[in-house]
């Protein structure tokens, strides 16, 4: 079975700075899709990047960006000039291609990593 | 605008009574989920639809069940059975190869 670690439950960051969130996961797949979910306040569920794993490339959304290490199973985020709506609950999560068949679309979550900003 | 619509958005439930938690999408998915999530919590799977009349149990359905009679719907009723029900309750859909899509959840309170 996949799963998803995030082994910092809380983080904090002054504004303008940059931090880093981890995130790692087990699988025995070659091909998955990977993402990240942001939870403010009002409890939405926003995703921030996703990244397939077929591609090298790490994917960016415009203060976001993601180091992702295939073969050590490992997709950080990064948050550049951090703002104070950037604090939020951040979840990492696992899915398979529609092509696996059954349980493809599941979504496998690690447990949050809480983030403060700093004024 | 397509979107997943969860309501209501708190949900109050006296001892011994069963609630219905609604969730509609107008995205033209096939898969919807319906999720758990307790304070300082992740989020832990109910149960999940990837087609019409048919749903699987997720990692914690004891005390839940769910009906899937159209692609648009996916309701989730917490009966009495479920003894620790106060939690946010968070409905998903999913495109072929896409992110999840997530409602704006319930919060249930059992009173």
């Known amino acids: 079975a996949q799963t998803v670690t995030q082994s910092q439950p809380e983080m904090s960051v002054q504004e303008a700075e940059t931090v880093t969130l981890s995130c790692t996961y087990d699988t025995s797949e070659s091909d998955y899709y990977l993402f990240w979910y942001k939870q403010p306040p009002s409890r939405q569920m926003i995703l921030v990047i996703r990244?397939?794993?077929?591609?090298?490339q790490n994917a960016t959304e415009n203060r976001f960006s993601v180091n992702f290490q295939k073969a050590a199973k490992s997709f950080s985020l990064k948050i550049s000039d951090s703002q104070l709506g950037d604090a939020a609950m951040y979840f990492c999560?696992?899915?398979?291609?529609?092509?696996?068949?059954?349980?493809?679309?599941?979504?496998?979550f690690g447990k949050g990593t809480k983030l403060s900003v700093i004024p | 605008d397509g979107g997943i619509t969860q309501s209501p958005k708190y949900l109050f439930r006296k001892e011994g009574q069963n609630v219905t938690l609604s969730c509609e999408q107008n995205?033209?998915?096939?898969?919807m989920y319906w999720y758990r999530q307790d304070p300082g919590q992740g989020l832990r799977l109910i149960y999940y639809?990837?087609?019409?009349?048919?749903?699987q149990k997720g990692d914690i359905a004891e005390g839940y069940s769910v009906s899937r009679e159209k692609k648009e719907s996916f309701p989730l009723t917490v009966t009495s059975a479920q003894k620790n029900p106060t939690a946010f309750y968070l409905c998903a859909s999913f495109g072929v190869n896409t992110e999840a899509f997530f409602g704006q959840g319930t919060r249930l309170t059992v009173v």
């Open positions: 995205l033209n998915h096939d898969a």
């Open positions: 990244q397939e794993a077929y591609k090298q």
């Open positions: 639809s990837q087609i019409v009349n048919d749903f």
């Open positions: 999560a696992y899915r398979l291609p529609s092509y696996s068949g059954a349980g493809s679309y599941q979504l496998t």
